[in-house]
């Protein structure tokens, strides 16, 4: 697709804060990197953690600094699963948020986290470790955790990726102020928020209602209308063209005994099995740029009561969805499969 002026010109201020130099890989953040928080629904997709497994090689390379990791999947599973990646690949310090309340959605699908959660040495004691000590339904719920993050960085320089529904984000702008902040969560988020790259919606069948929508469409109404910064989405079909493929899974970690994402993908589904990207796209474009995608014009997104989305192009409005033909789409699976197979920088046999 051939970029139009308007989305030179409305994109240009994100190209260039999100795209990353090839640099040597390091565990040290460098200055004015992308301030990344994630929002995700781990547990209910496997691509959840194929996407944070993005972010440790990203941050292992000094391209990120990640925040914080807040989940809107409710149970103990998604904390406990989401402390075992921060500890395995070397980033125990990274705090967790979650949900109260949240959308109901323990059982459509099988509970990788759980399973990997589960799995046990010949000796009994759990195959992975963990560095949260306590109970994870104790952790901060996610909009607290928000309103503290955004609170101690630098105005406009934080990137949110939400790839699981919108409750914490609505609930986000709905916080008052408080000892943490004068401003409340709208205030907050239009000063500290650069960026809300979403994985969400659908824009070429306008009868496909996308799950990430559909589990919480008050609160995606409420996002795709009232969140005062940029958003990005990449939508249902952008991911769904891009398959990760499971031979790469059966094949590719003989370095790793155990791997948590290589045993998450195995419960997901019967192997072998190939899976669409949907959230590893929202991540690549969050951290290295438009050059992969093509990018709509300006506008506006509405979200239906039945949770269809719907595109209106405005030069005055702040919206923006991704696409990609058959070329770019075989480019991102095997820059995915490139960076999903590297070893971690603190990976430790």
Same mark, same amino acid.
């Given at each position: 697709m051939r970029k139009s002026k308007l989305y030179l010109i409305g994109l240009l201020v994100l190209a260039l804060s999100s795209c990353t130099s090839k640099k040597q890989q390091t565990a040290e953040i460098t200055p004015n990197v992308p301030k990344i928080i994630l929002e995700t629904d781990i547990g209910n997709d496997v691509d959840d953690a194929l996407a944070l497994d993005m972010l440790y090689k990203y941050l292992d390379a000094g391209d990120i600094d990640l925040l914080g990791i807040t989940i809107n999947k409710e149970g103990t599973y998604p904390a406990e699963y989401t402390d075992i990646m921060n500890t395995w690949y070397g980033y125990p310090q990274i705090p967790i948020g979650i949900i109260h309340n949240g959308a109901d959605c323990e059982n459509d699908a099988t509970n990788y986290a759980k399973a990997v959660c589960l799995i046990q040495k010949d000796n009994g004691e759990p195959a992975f470790k963990r560095s949260l000590k306590g109970d994870y339904n104790q952790l901060p719920e996610a909009p607290a955790l928000y309103r503290k993050l955004l609170a101690q960085q630098p105005d406009n320089s934080v990137t949110i990726i939400s790839v699981g529904f919108s409750t914490n984000l609505a609930r986000l702008l709905d916080t008052p102020a408080d000892d943490v902040s004068p401003l409340t969560g709208k205030e907050l988020v239009a000063q500290k928020v650069k960026l809300l790259c979403t994985m969400a919606g659908c824009f070429n069948? #306008? %009868? !496909?209602?996308? +799950?990430?929508?559909?589990?919480?469409?008050?609160?995606?109404?409420?996002?795709?209308?009232?969140?005062? $910064?940029?958003?990005?989405?990449?939508?249902?079909?952008? &991911?769904?063209?891009? %398959?990760? =493929? &499971?031979?790469? @899974?059966?094949?590719?970690? &003989?370095?790793? #005994?155990?791997?948590?994402?290589?045993?998450? +993908?195995?419960?997901?589904?019967?192997?072998?099995?190939?899976? #669409?990207?949907?959230?590893?796209?929202?991540? !690549?474009?969050?951290?290295? &740029? #438009?050059?992969?995608?093509?990018?709509?014009?300006?506008?506006? @997104? %509405?979200? $239906?009561? *039945?949770?269809?989305?719907?595109? $209106? =192009?405005?030069?005055?409005? %702040?919206? /923006? /969805? !991704?696409?990609?033909?058959?070329? *770019?789409?075989?480019?991102?699976k095997q820059h995915f499969v490139q960076l999903l197979t590297k070893q971690p920088a603190h990976f430790n046999k």
């Open positions: 069948n #306008p %009868n !496909l209602f996308e +799950y990430n929508v559909v589990k919480d469409i008050p609160a995606a109404k409420k996002i795709f209308s009232e969140w005062p $910064t940029t958003l990005v989405t990449s939508p249902f079909e952008v &991911g769904i063209a891009i %398959n990760y =493929p &499971g031979s790469s @899974i059966e094949n590719d970690f &003989g370095w790793a #005994p155990m791997h948590p994402v290589v045993e998450a +993908y195995k419960s997901y589904q019967q192997m072998p099995y190939d899976r #669409p990207t949907w959230d590893l796209t929202s991540v !690549l474009y969050s951290v290295e &740029g #438009p050059s992969y995608f093509n990018v709509s014009p300006a506008g506006k @997104i %509405n979200v $239906t009561d *039945q949770g269809a989305t719907e595109f $209106t =192009p405005d030069a005055a409005g %702040n919206r /923006y /969805y !991704l696409t990609v033909d058959s070329i *770019q789409a075989e480019n991102i």
